[in-house]
């Protein structure tokens, strides 16, 4: 199967800073990527559709200028957490789609633990 | 909106016990139906998966049938292991996206 991987698996950072989570495909093009948060015991939200050379479609209640989504090539998506705060601390994965259809399987990354203190 | 609907967990059972998570969902169309599986840590693993109505998923001995008469794609396995404590989510994919269930997390006690 193909894979996605993810950076860093893990985080802790301060309260105000910015972190930077990476997502990558690494033996196929991705034209469009997903950003998911997952509280503690809970279900996958989708945040974010990431799309390749445009900008990112944010779902409803999330917060386009807080999680910054840059999709700059074929292979990377990148979500910036910016000014973070305690509560912005979770569990964020991102998954990738080979072709389009709808029984096309999404590979997903193996997840960043945020902290923030 | 599309949603899915799995039963609460925890589910505790003991090795070698028979397993059924049941999953329904509400969808516009035909989705294409999913069952994940997520270990501690880790990102989502694609267990299984079906198309179309009256199709069977099947992986390392999990079955999921889809019937699209009940709207249910319910998770099988005949004898499960310590290795498949876990948490499992159902999923389905209308147009391009993917909605989960709550999850369910599974432990197998020896």
């Known amino acids: 199967g193909a894979v996605v991987s993810q950076h860093p698996s893990r985080v802790i950072c301060k309260s105000g800073t910015s972190v930077k989570i990476e997502c990558r495909s690494l033996d196929f093009q991705a034209t469009t990527m997903f950003w998911y948060r997952q509280f503690p015991k809970q279900s996958l939200m989708l945040m974010a559709t990431?799309?390749?050379?445009?900008?990112?479609?944010?779902e409803q209640g999330v917060e386009k200028d807080k999680f910054l989504i840059n999709h700059a090539s074929l292979t990377l998506s990148t979500l910036t957490v910016t000014s973070a705060h305690p509560e912005d601390s979770s569990f964020y994965i991102c998954?990738?789609?080979?072709?389009?259809?709808?029984?096309?399987?999404?590979?997903f990354g193996q997840g960043t633990r945020l902290t923030v203190v | 909106g599309d949603s899915v609907t799995q039963m609460e967990g925890p589910v505790t059972l003991s090795e070698e016990a028979f397993l059924t998570i049941n999953c329904t969902y509400t969808?516009?169309?035909?989705?294409?139906l999913f069952w994940y599986v997520q270990y501690p840590g880790e990102g989502l693993q694609l267990l299984l998966k079906?198309?179309?109505?009256?199709d069977k998923g099947s992986n390392k001995g999990f079955e999921a049938t889809y019937r699209k008469e009940t709207t249910s794609f319910h998770l099988e396995k005949g004898s499960v292991q310590v290795s498949d404590s876990a948490v499992y989510f159902c999923a389905l994919k209308g147009a391009q996206k993917l909605v989960f269930g709550q999850g369910t997390r599974l432990t197998i006690n020896p």
């Open positions: 079906a198309t179309k109505a009256d």
């Open positions: 969808a516009t169309g035909y989705p294409s």
């Open positions: 990431s799309n390749e050379g445009s900008k990112a479609t944010y």
């Open positions: 998954s990738a789609g080979k072709g389009g259809g709808l029984g096309s399987e999404a590979f």
